[in-house]
């Protein structure tokens, strides 16, 4: 039921979307101009990305088997795939009232009415497929049934679904977020561009970059962490979920060197680490993006950058930063302000950078989705598969835990300092406990 899982995600991200131009269409209501490099963007995605990829897969495979083993499917189907082959009409017309409204304020009216009423028909054609089309599925269809349907939704070379596809959808996703305002976006004038794919390491046969064994460390007289061991492969995305308190902060910030370890060991790069002051960690390679991102609100966003690429040679660093400008162009656009000046997702944005700065070896993200609005969760997610596609080793402490397994390699499951789980990142998402206890399902 591997498509189920994959479908679910989209919707997710469709959902954020819908409510982030429902909180557009508010504010154009309150007297905001229309943006049309926005809306655009968005109506980019959703035409490349829902009617050209999403809804033929659910089309040629799901629903047509699902009509093939159940004459109850077509009761649930028929509004869903009629709702599919209305799709591009719609947008075409939203287009249309879009382009007119950004020149005509009299015409701003009835744009927002085929707004409101779009992502009024989105949010319930998600809810339907949810609430009824799935759990139908789930009955109907026997397991050489999901081979074929999974094997259609996994393939990586699809033109539709696969590597290649997925990376346009994260492009064109990234130009929303860039470009959203900035209550709910970036609110860039220009879009950039997420760094171009390069070749990821095989991290299932790579040998371990980290390596932790038996790591304590406690605060006074409680004991945070309890024993821990953790592997990290060179190329791989690990991800550490638990509730609040489980010691995941305290195990990042253990790493760093920034809380001091009791017993146990940590090596890095073949080298016993344990030892070294956090300053020393970083120099190896060892880079963190900090809970709550700690920017440096004073200094400006160009400092807060430069100071991440302080054990680098001087001549990399403008190349560098140009990189990460092309990444966050909000960035270079606000690079001579104050740090304390940016909203909560720009400073997201700059402590990755800041961290990427420092041309990690391991990258340390905590929490990197905390507190933002729903569209920049997403592009959160949409940042990390780039830089794993990259081959950057990157070890993830993630509030939301589906999305973080849904990306990870390989996971790790804390409860009250030691580790209780371990295992691929799909492997723990289809664990009951797991399911149970950090999914919400």
Same mark, same amino acid.
């Given at each position: 039921?591997?498509?189920?899982?994959?479908?679910?995600?989209?919707?997710?991200?469709?959902?954020?979307?819908?409510?982030?131009?429902?909180?557009?269409?508010?504010?154009?209501?309150?007297?905001? =101009?229309?943006?049309?490099?926005?809306?655009? #963007? !968005?109506?980019?995605?959703?035409?490349?990305?829902?009617?050209?990829?999403?809804? =033929?897969?659910?089309?040629?495979?799901?629903?047509?088997?699902?009509?093939?083993?159940?004459?109850?499917?077509?009761?649930?189907?028929?509004?869903?795939?009629?709702?599919?082959?209305?799709?591009?009409?719609?947008?075409?017309?939203?287009?249309?009232?879009?382009?007119?409204? #950004?020149?005509?304020?009299?015409?701003?009216?009835?744009?927002?009415?085929?707004?409101?009423?779009?992502?009024? %028909?989105?949010?319930?054609?998600?809810?339907?497929?949810?609430?009824?089309?799935?759990?139908?599925?789930?009955?109907?269809?026997?397991?050489?049934?999901?081979?074929?349907?999974?094997?259609?939704?996994?393939?990586?070379?699809?033109?539709?679904?696969?590597?290649?596809?997925?990376?346009?959808?994260?492009?064109?996703?990234? %130009?929303?977020?860039?470009?959203?305002?900035?209550?709910?976006?970036?609110?860039?004038?220009?879009?950039?561009?997420?760094?171009?794919?390069?070749?990821?390491?095989?991290?299932?046969?790579?040998?371990?970059?980290?390596?932790?064994?038996?790591?304590?460390?406690?605060?006074?007289?409680?004991?945070?962490?309890?024993?821990?061991?953790?592997?990290?492969?060179?190329?791989?995305?690990?991800?550490?979920?638990?509730?609040?308190?489980?010691?995941?902060?305290?195990?990042?910030?253990?790493?760093?060197?920034?809380?001091?370890?009791?017993?146990?060991?940590?090596?890095?790069?073949?080298?016993?680490?344990?030892?070294?002051?956090?300053?020393?960690?970083?120099?190896?390679?060892?880079?963190?993006?900090?809970?709550?991102?700690?920017?440096?609100?004073?200094?400006?966003?160009?400092?807060?950058?430069?100071?991440?690429?302080?054990?680098?040679? %001087?001549?990399? !660093?403008?190349?560098?930063?140009?990189?990460?400008?092309? $990444?966050?162009?909000?960035?270079?656009?606000?690079?001579?302000?104050?740090?304390?000046?940016? #909203?909560?997702?720009?400073?997201? $944005?700059?402590?990755?950078?800041?961290?990427?700065?420092?041309?990690?070896?391991?990258?340390?993200?905590?929490?990197? #989705?905390?507190?933002?609005?729903?569209?920049?969760?997403?592009?959160?997610?949409?940042?990390?598969?780039?830089?794993?596609?990259?081959?950057?080793?990157?070890?993830?402490?993630?509030?939301?835990?589906?999305?973080?397994?849904?990306?990870?390699?390989?996971?790790?499951?804390?409860?009250?300092?030691?580790?209780?789980?371990?295992?691929?990142?799909?492997?723990?998402?289809?664990?009951?406990?797991?399911?149970?206890?950090?999914?919400? $399902?």
């Amino acid at each position: 039921m591997q498509a189920l899982r994959i479908i679910s995600e989209d919707h997710s991200n469709l959902w954020r979307l819908t409510t982030t131009i429902d909180h557009v269409a508010g504010e154009i209501e309150e007297g905001a =101009p229309v943006d049309p490099r926005f809306f655009n #963007s !968005v109506f980019d995605y959703l035409e490349h990305f829902v009617d050209r990829a999403h809804h =033929p897969k659910e089309d040629d495979f799901l629903f047509r088997i699902m009509r093939e083993r159940s004459s109850r499917a077509a009761g649930i189907l028929d509004p869903l795939q009629q709702d599919h082959r209305n799709g591009p009409d719609q947008l075409s017309t939203l287009r249309a009232l879009m382009i007119e409204a #950004s020149l005509h304020a009299d015409r701003r009216a009835e744009f927002l009415k085929n707004l409101r009423l779009f992502t009024t %028909r989105q949010k319930s054609h998600i809810s339907a497929e949810e609430r009824y089309a799935m759990p139908l599925a789930r009955e109907i269809l026997r397991e050489s049934d999901w081979a074929e349907i999974d094997a259609a939704f996994l393939d990586r070379e699809d033109p539709l679904f696969g590597d290649t596809a997925r990376a346009e959808f994260a492009e064109l996703f990234h %130009r929303i977020a860039s470009l959203a305002p900035e209550s709910v976006g970036l609110g860039a004038r220009t879009a950039g561009a997420l760094a171009a794919t390069g070749q990821a390491a095989q991290a299932a046969q790579a040998e371990p970059l980290l390596r932790v064994r038996n790591l304590e460390s406690w605060y006074g007289r409680i004991q945070a962490l309890k024993g821990i061991d953790i592997e990290v492969r060179r190329g791989e995305t690990v991800a550490l979920v638990g509730a609040n308190g489980a010691g995941k902060t305290t195990f990042m910030r253990t790493l760093s060197g920034v809380q001091p370890m009791r017993a146990g060991s940590i090596e890095f790069d073949g080298i016993d680490i344990s030892k070294l002051r956090s300053d020393m960690r970083m120099r190896r390679g060892i880079c963190q993006s900090p809970e709550g991102r700690q920017v440096f609100g004073p200094l400006s966003i160009e400092d807060n950058l430069r100071l991440g690429a302080y054990t680098q040679p %001087r001549e990399q !660093v403008e190349g560098d930063m140009e990189k990460i400008f092309t $990444m966050f162009p909000i960035l270079k656009e606000k690079r001579r302000l104050p740090a304390g000046t940016l #909203s909560g997702g720009q400073q997201q $944005m700059l402590a990755i950078g800041r961290a990427l700065m420092g041309r990690p070896k391991l990258l340390l993200l905590d929490e990197p #989705s905390m507190g933002l609005a729903p569209l920049l969760v997403q592009e959160v997610f949409n940042v990390v598969r780039s830089l794993k596609a990259q081959g950057m080793t990157i070890l993830l402490v993630e509030q939301n835990a589906m999305a973080a397994l849904a990306i990870a390699d390989r996971g790790y499951v804390l409860e009250t300092g030691s580790v209780t789980l371990t295992g691929t990142g799909q492997e723990l998402i289809n664990n009951e406990q797991v399911r149970a206890a950090y999914l919400g $399902m």
